[in-house]
């Protein structure tokens, strides 16, 4: 299903430490316009550094990684081809408390794309509605459940009409009724075309969506594979094991 | 709060019937009563001229001092912290004399009683407002940042529309703390001859020789002002806060 061409995201030999820590150990990654990769492995295997280290939320420490060819580090460049190209979903969805469902969704694209107020709230509002719950607008994200917030942070991520967008867990927080409803409007946007990299252990919606499969274990990249051939016959013991455990139930 | 100001009153009252209490120099039905407490009342617009100016100008110097003091690089960390340990040290009396006497030496320009108070009284809070703001904005969820990040605000947009609004709803009652202590502060500017609330008691008192009455007057002035400071940073929490329940 991927489109094949020039990878989107080239991640070479990148190595992240925390103090003494190594979080990422070498690990490189090509993602291509259209693919949606799917990142998955023990907790405090580098997964979520990794794709932090995309839009530079983490500072990798050695290695180089390529954004839709201009290569990240410390410079107007590099922060626009994130601000261009890249969005992201939190875990804790991280929406803005004081500032309604609206409010949240119309910030970036008024500050940071110097978009006209009108435009920018119905450029919301389409985007209100392809998450299904363009009646929540006026309301704070404390009166939403959670599966509403993330569909709002997941709003919010498209209204800046990104190219690729990271999502890091974004299930992992919501209770077991409500993350079919964030689920659905991920797999509808994959059907979009849209470039996915995500960090989840929903492998229903792994086997769904993803064109690639990635494991992780102790800051490396275990195994690179498409999903048919991830799920029957992984190469690595390590992803194996993992895969018994959390497909046991 | 007003029943324990009325009670006050009544109390008062009551005493001016012993025969310590002069209270005629304060009687509102007598000529002279009248214009003493006109005299009185008439420093009010210098006190509260004052520290309102002297309040917004150490919350913008305070916030200035503050953010340096958040920053990943040790070396601004250094300077917001030599800025609080310093102005924190000087004592508010102090400061005024030396902005009031010294000041016009240092620079060779004159400064009038005004401002003299204002920059002593500006200065001498901001050290404190710094550490407020600091606190504040240290509260709030790294979370808050990486997603100002994720759309794209770049530093100023974050601070201003994502953690400044954040974090003045919760240091609010910390401001109004610093608010009531300006409004108190700016007695000691009487010193230099600002003709303030305390100033004008102080006046008064030298002519009338009744110091118990005016000076209990000028206790009501102060309590009677900062009740409703009080009131009005409490209705202004209340405001802030009807939006988001969280």
Same mark, same amino acid.
């Given at each position: 299903?991927?489109?094949?061409?020039?990878?989107?995201?080239?991640?070479?030999?990148?190595?992240?430490?925390?103090?003494?820590?190594?979080?990422?150990?070498?690990?490189?990654?090509?993602?291509?316009?259209?693919?949606?990769?799917?990142?998955?492995?023990?907790?405090?295997?580098?997964?979520?550094?990794?794709?932090?280290?995309?839009?530079?939320?983490?500072?990798?420490?050695?290695?180089?990684?390529?954004?839709?060819?201009?290569?990240?580090?410390?410079?107007?460049?590099?922060?626009?081809?994130?601000?261009?190209?890249?969005?992201?979903?939190?875990?804790?969805?991280?929406?803005?408390?004081?500032?309604?469902?609206?409010?949240?969704?119309?910030?970036?694209?008024?500050?940071?794309?110097?978009?006209?107020?009108?435009?920018?709230?119905?450029?919301?509002?389409?985007?209100?509605?392809?998450?299904?719950?363009?009646?929540?607008?006026?309301?704070?994200?404390?009166?939403?459940?959670?599966?509403?917030?993330?569909?709002?942070?997941?709003?919010?991520?498209?209204?800046?009409?990104?190219?690729?967008?990271?999502?890091?867990?974004?299930?992992?927080?919501?209770?077991?009724?409500?993350?079919?409803?964030?689920?659905?409007?991920?797999?509808?946007?994959?059907?979009?075309?849209?470039?996915?990299?995500?960090?989840?252990?929903?492998?229903?919606?792994?086997?769904?969506?993803?064109?690639?499969?990635?494991?992780?274990?102790?800051?490396?990249?275990?195994?690179?594979?498409?999903?048919?051939?991830?799920?029957?016959?992984?190469?690595?013991?390590?992803?194996?094991?993992?895969?018994?455990?959390?497909?046991?139930? | 709060?007003?029943?324990?100001?009325?009670?006050?009153?009544?109390?008062?009252?009551?005493?001016?019937?012993?025969?310590?209490?002069?209270?005629?120099?304060?009687?509102?039905?007598?000529?002279?009563?009248?214009?003493?407490?006109?005299?009185?009342?008439?420093?009010?617009?210098?006190?509260?001229?004052?520290?309102?100016?002297?309040?917004?100008?150490?919350?913008?110097?305070?916030?200035?001092?503050?953010?340096?003091?958040?920053?990943?690089?040790?070396?601004?960390?250094?300077?917001?912290?030599?800025?609080?340990?310093?102005?924190?040290?000087?004592?508010?009396?102090?400061?005024? +004399?030396?902005? &009031?006497?010294? @000041?016009?030496?240092?620079?060779?320009?004159? $400064?009038?009683?005004?401002? %003299? =108070? !204002?920059?002593?009284?500006?200065?001498?809070?901001?050290?404190?407002?710094?550490?407020?703001?600091?606190?504040?904005?240290?509260?709030?969820?790294?979370?808050?940042?990486?997603?100002?990040?994720?759309?794209?605000?770049?530093?100023?947009?974050?601070?201003?529309?994502?953690?400044?609004?954040?974090?003045?709803?919760?240091?609010?009652?910390?401001?109004?703390?610093?608010?009531?202590?300006?409004?108190?502060?700016?007695?000691?500017?009487?010193?230099?001859?600002?003709?303030?609330?305390?100033?004008?008691?102080?006046?008064?008192?030298?002519?009338?020789?009744?110091? +118990?009455?005016? &000076?209990?007057? @000028?206790?009501?002035?102060?309590?009677?002002? $900062?009740?409703?400071?009080? %009131? =009005? !940073?409490?209705?202004?929490?209340?405001?802030?806060?009807?939006?988001?329940?969280?």
């Amino acid at each position: 299903m991927a489109e094949n061409g020039e990878p989107v995201i080239t991640i070479d030999n990148v190595s992240k430490f925390f103090g003494s820590f190594q979080a990422l150990k070498d690990t490189s990654l090509k993602v291509t316009a259209g693919e949606r990769v799917v990142i998955c492995g023990p907790s405090g295997s580098g997964k979520s550094t990794l794709i932090r280290c995309i839009n530079r939320l983490e500072k990798h420490d050695a290695g180089e990684i390529v954004l839709n060819g201009v290569v990240l580090g410390e410079n107007k460049e590099s922060i626009d081809a994130i601000r261009t190209n890249v969005g992201m979903v939190f875990q804790q969805f991280n929406l803005f408390p004081h500032l309604t469902v609206l409010e949240n969704l119309t910030l970036g694209p008024t500050r940071a794309r110097k978009m006209s107020a009108d435009a920018a709230k119905q450029l919301a509002m389409q985007f209100l509605e392809r998450v299904r719950i363009p009646d929540q607008a006026g309301k704070y994200p404390a009166q939403l459940s959670g599966g509403q917030q993330q569909r709002v942070a997941i709003a919010r991520t498209l209204c800046m009409e990104p190219k690729i967008i990271l999502f890091d867990e974004p299930t992992s927080a919501l209770d077991p009724e409500m993350i079919n409803e964030v689920l659905d409007v991920m797999v509808e946007l994959a059907g979009t075309g849209m470039t996915m990299l995500c960090v989840t252990h929903e492998m229903g919606f792994a086997r769904k969506v993803a064109d690639t499969m990635v494991f992780m274990d102790h800051g490396e990249i275990v195994e690179i594979s498409p999903p048919d051939k991830f799920f029957k016959e992984p190469e690595s013991q390590r992803c194996r094991d993992f895969l018994d455990q959390i497909l046991q139930h | 709060m007003v029943r324990v100001l009325v009670l006050v009153l009544a109390g008062l009252t009551l005493s001016g019937c012993s025969a310590n209490w002069g209270w005629y120099v304060v009687d509102p039905t007598s000529d002279t009563g009248w214009s003493n407490l006109k005299f009185l009342l008439s420093g009010m617009y210098y006190t509260i001229l004052l520290s309102v100016t002297a309040i917004l100008i150490s919350i913008a110097v305070g916030l200035l001092v503050a953010l340096p003091g958040l920053s990943e690089k040790p070396l601004l960390r250094r300077l917001n912290q030599i800025y609080v340990e310093l102005v924190r040290a000087v004592p508010i009396l102090v400061l005024i +004399l030396w902005v &009031y006497y010294g @000041l016009p030496q240092v620079t060779g320009l004159g $400064i009038g009683v005004f401002w %003299a =108070g !204002v920059i002593a009284l500006a200065l001498s809070d901001s050290a404190f407002q710094a550490e407020i703001f600091r606190a504040g904005i240290q509260s709030i969820n790294r979370g808050q940042y990486e997603a100002a990040h994720s759309i794209s605000l770049n530093y100023v947009d974050t601070m201003r529309y994502v953690i400044l609004p954040q974090a003045i709803r919760r240091i609010l009652p910390a401001l109004g703390n610093q608010l009531v202590y300006m409004l108190k502060m700016s007695s000691l500017v009487s010193v230099i001859g600002m003709s303030e609330l305390t100033r004008k008691a102080n006046e008064l008192v030298v002519s009338e020789y009744r110091p +118990l009455e005016i &000076y209990t007057i @000028l206790v009501l002035e102060y309590l009677v002002l $900062i009740l409703i400071v009080s %009131a =009005g !940073v409490r209705w202004l929490e209340r405001r802030l806060n009807s939006g988001d329940q969280r």
